[in-house]
């Protein structure tokens, strides 16, 4: 079965604090994703990755930055929490090649912040 | 700029019926269109993937079908049951750009009473 790990569910964090949200697959995808969705919104790409150590803004990187050390892992890293962010983030992979692939979620961080 | 729309934004039918959820984009310039769910709190899970060159996917009681020309798609749910409910997305894979990026829709929540 494929897998995409979000090691954390839920976070409360202060506004100003840097906040790390880590994404793990297990499937060797060579595309990761970050997005965040809120009610009304839908979801929005944050930051892509298509390789280690590339990375790739989506629609709303403002306030983020992300890391990709190794090829399973892909980080989202908030700088300086704000309240504004508070949302549920949603990891998610694919493999690479054709663009006719299903991309696949992890089951989502609830960040909070206050 | 690729909009993807779901109507209605909210469906409640008793167990049993068939129903269909709508998706429609402005841009046919695509290479695919998926279907997900999403459980509350949880991730997506890809229910259908349909090609830019297929009409149409099944799986089960579900049956997606695709028109690039008018720039809609619609998931068939046969016999509903309470489990089925959950919110449903669709999402395009557009041409150009980042192609590793999809837009969603915003959902449709269905509920299905026993």
């Known amino acids: 079965d494929v897998k995409v790990t979000q090691s954390s569910r839920y976070l409360v964090k202060r506004t100003g604090e840097k906040v790390f949200l880590e994404c793990v697959q297990d499937m060797d995808h060579e595309n990761m994703f970050w997005y965040r969705q809120d009610p009304g919104l839908g979801l929005r790409l944050i930051y892509f990755?298509?390789?280690?150590?590339?990375?790739e803004k989506g629609d709303i990187p403002e306030g983020y930055s992300v890391s990709r050390e190794k090829k399973e892992r892909f980080s989202l890293i908030l700088e300086s929490a704000s309240t504004n962010q508070t949302s549920m983030y949603l990891c998610?992979?694919?493999?690479?090649?054709?663009?006719?692939?299903?991309?696949?979620f992890g089951e989502g961080s609830w960040l909070t912040v206050v | 700029k690729q909009e993807v729309t779901q109507i209605p934004a909210a469906l409640s039918v008793p167990e049993g019926e068939n129903l269909v959820l709508n998706c429609s984009f402005t841009d046919s310039a695509i290479y695919n269109l998926q279907w997900f769910r999403q459980d509350p709190g949880k991730g997506l899970t890809s229910l259908l993937l349909i090609q830019s060159s297929q009409r149409e996917q099944t799986s089960g009681r579900l049956n997606a079908s695709l028109d690039k020309s008018s720039g809609r798609s619609t998931l068939y749910i046969a016999a509903s049951q309470p489990g089925d409910s959950a919110t449903y997305l669709c999402?395009?894979?557009?041409?150009?750009?980042?192609?590793?990026?999809?837009?969603f829709g915003t959902g449709t929540l269905l509920a299905v009473q026993p």
């Open positions: 998610a992979s694919t493999p690479g090649g054709a663009y006719g692939n299903t991309i696949y």
């Open positions: 990755s298509y390789d280690v150590k590339m990375k």
């Open positions: 999402a395009v894979r557009p041409y150009g750009g980042a192609t590793n990026k999809l837009i």
